[in-house]
């Protein structure tokens, strides 16, 4: 099995697996239509999944090969075991994905892109999957980077991809985790009570950047706890769903006014 098919088969697995979670036993109920957000998550999808797939091929086929005169290589130089050099590369790329997360909330430029995600006015597994293109190639772009400066094996590349998916379906989602195990996971992997508080509009917006892993949150000091209700998600100044359509996410970094 290609990389990209691993990934729809992963993608499309998570999905499913998610949204009948949804049904059957969900955190709340709907605060938005599904239908409309759905089309423009699922667009989203379909236009970012195949150029995703593209630049991974193109971020593996770079994480072979070893000649680039400006790659360092850190994680050739390190004589650990394999399954410990895969973990250090996993929570690596984790570290940078939290950090880009970052820059995306603070820089104007980014965050004209990133707003697209927090636009959506209620969360489930498919608001995984609302992100602009323009904030998947600048994601692709620091990636390879880090592969060919750091030595990032192949298959560290792949496993995190594929973590990196299944954690973003897991945290959007809207389903309702036993209490104790949610307690845990905040000690641990992102649970969805945490990121829910991200998507609540500012100051909780700036806060709980992490995909895999709290322990950037913890560390740097932007973990945060407070309460969210469901009506609470999206922008405060973006409040129509009948504007938050495909073409109007796809236009709005590009658009006066749409901060």
């Known amino acids: 099995?290609?990389?990209?098919?691993?990934?729809?088969?992963?993608?499309?697995?998570?999905?499913f697996?998610?949204?009948?979670?949804?049904?059957?036993?969900?955190?709340h109920p709907p605060a938005a239509p599904r239908w409309r957000r759905w089309l423009a998550n699922l667009g989203?999808?379909?236009?970012?999944?195949?150029?995703?797939?593209?630049?991974?091929?193109?971020?593996i086929t770079l994480a072979e090969r070893r000649a680039a005169p400006w790659?360092?290589?850190?994680?050739?130089?390190?004589?650990?075991?394999?399954?410990?050099?895969?973990?250090?590369?996993?929570?690596?790329?984790?570290?940078?994905?939290?950090?880009?997360?970052?820059?995306?909330?603070?820089?104007?430029?980014?965050?004209?892109?990133?707003?697209?995600?927090?636009?959506?006015?209620?969360?489930d597994v498919t608001s995984a999957s609302r992100f602009h293109l323009g904030e998947v190639f600048s994601s692709a772009a620091a990636k390879l980077a880090a592969v060919q400066s750091l030595g990032i094996?192949?298959?560290?590349?792949?496993?995190?991809?594929?973590?990196?998916?299944l954690a973003a379906q897991f945290q959007h989602a809207n389903i309702l985790l036993p209490r104790l195990l949610e307690r845990s996971l905040w000690w641990t992997f992102v649970p969805p009570a945490m990121h829910r508080?991200?998507?609540?509009?500012?100051?909780?917006?700036?806060?709980?950047?992490?995909?895999l892993?709290?322990?950037?949150?913890?560390?740097?000091?932007?973990?945060?706890?407070?309460?969210?209700?469901?009506s609470a998600f999206g922008l405060p100044e973006l409040r129509n769903e009948e504007k938050l359509g495909l073409w109007t996410l796809l236009q709005m970094p590009f658009r006066r006014g749409d901060r």
Not at 83 to 94: A, H, K, S
Not at 153 to 165: C, N, Q
């Open 71 to 123: 790659r360092y290589g850190l994680f050739e130089r390190l004589s650990v075991p394999r399954g410990i050099r895969l973990g250090l590369e996993i929570l690596v790329l984790d570290l940078l994905v939290y950090l880009l997360h970052r820059l995306y909330h603070r820089a104007p430029f980014f965050w004209r892109f990133h707003q697209v995600h927090h636009t959506d006015l209620d969360l």
């Open 197 to 211: 508080v991200h998507h609540h509009p500012t100051p909780e917006m700036n806060s709980n950047f992490g995909t």
């Open 153 to 165: 094996s192949p298959t560290g590349l792949v496993a995190f991809e594929i973590s990196l998916l």
């Open 1 to 15: 099995m290609t990389q990209g098919s691993l990934r729809v088969a992963f993608f499309l697995g998570g999905l």
């Open 17 to 27: 697996t998610l949204l009948s979670w949804e049904l059957v036993k969900p955190h």
């Open 213 to 230: 892993v709290t322990a950037w949150d913890r560390l740097l000091g932007t973990l945060r706890r407070s309460p969210v209700e469901p």
């Open 44 to 59: 989203l999808a379909l236009i970012n999944g195949s150029v995703v797939s593209a630049l991974c091929i193109m971020c």
